[in-house]
């Protein structure tokens, strides 16, 4: 009997899932989900941003990706609520990232050697500092045929997402 009742479960799990039409929220969660994953859509996203910014080396590239990519790997998030309106949505949600706000990497007054320097040493403070932050995010979203999509972040949003705001 039990070998027959498995199947039949897994089988009404599948064709139940796979009928339910996707919701705000579910849009939200999977693009969070991305970046916890490390995607590669979001992660040629970041190595675009980080390749374009002159500021930092070769090096100092590499070891600012290192810090980013743990911030997606360790951000925690809760959903809280979805205002739909039509076509368009708003979901609020509750993320949780190390606190990298405090982290300036500019100094006027540094040679470019002693810039570098700088630029590792708080780097470096980056990937090890453990303070958490917590921001609420109003993420837009928007019904394209039957899916529902987050539209583009702002820069405030992606900068909270990388703790930096």
Same mark, same amino acid.
């Given at each position: 009997?039990?070998?027959?009742?498995?199947?039949?479960?897994?089988?009404?799990?599948?064709?139940?899932?796979?009928?339910?039409?996707?919701?705000?929220?579910?849009?939200?969660?999977?693009?969070?989900k991305k970046y916890q994953s490390k995607?590669?859509?979001?992660?040629?996203?970041?190595?675009?941003?980080?390749?374009? $910014?002159?500021?930092?080396?070769?090096?100092? !590239? *590499?070891?600012? /990706?290192?810090?980013?990519?743990?911030? &997606? %790997?360790?951000l925690t998030y809760d959903i809280k609520?979805?205002?739909?309106?039509?076509?368009?949505?708003?979901?609020?949600?509750?993320?949780?990232?190390?606190?990298?706000?405090?982290?300036?990497?500019?100094?006027?007054?540094?040679?470019?050697?002693?810039? $570098?320097?700088?630029?590792?040493?708080?780097? !470096? *403070?980056?990937? /090890?500092?453990?303070?958490?932050?917590? &921001? %609420?995010?109003?993420?837009?979203?928007?019904?394209?045929?039957?899916?529902?999509?987050?539209?583009?972040?702002?820069?405030?949003?992606?900068?909270?997402?990388?703790?930096?705001?």
């Amino acid at each position: 009997m039990k070998k027959i009742i498995i199947p039949i479960l897994v089988f009404l799990f599948l064709v139940g899932c796979t009928a339910t039409k996707a919701t705000p929220k579910s849009a939200v969660e999977d693009m969070l989900k991305k970046y916890q994953s490390k995607d590669d859509i979001v992660m040629r996203q970041l190595d675009d941003v980080i390749n374009s $910014d002159s500021t930092y080396n070769d090096n100092l !590239k *590499s070891e600012y /990706k290192k810090a980013i990519e743990r911030q &997606y %790997t360790d951000l925690t998030y809760d959903i809280k609520d979805d205002e739909i309106n039509g076509d368009n949505a708003t979901v609020t949600v509750e993320i949780e990232v190390y606190d990298y706000s405090n982290t300036n990497s500019i100094d006027p007054t540094l040679d470019k050697e002693e810039q $570098d320097e700088y630029n590792l040493s708080v780097i !470096k *403070s980056m990937q /090890k500092t453990k303070e958490r932050i917590k &921001y %609420t995010l109003d993420l837009t979203v928007t019904k394209d045929g039957d899916e529902w999509k987050v539209d583009n972040l702002t820069d405030t949003e992606r900068k909270k997402i990388h703790g930096l705001y």
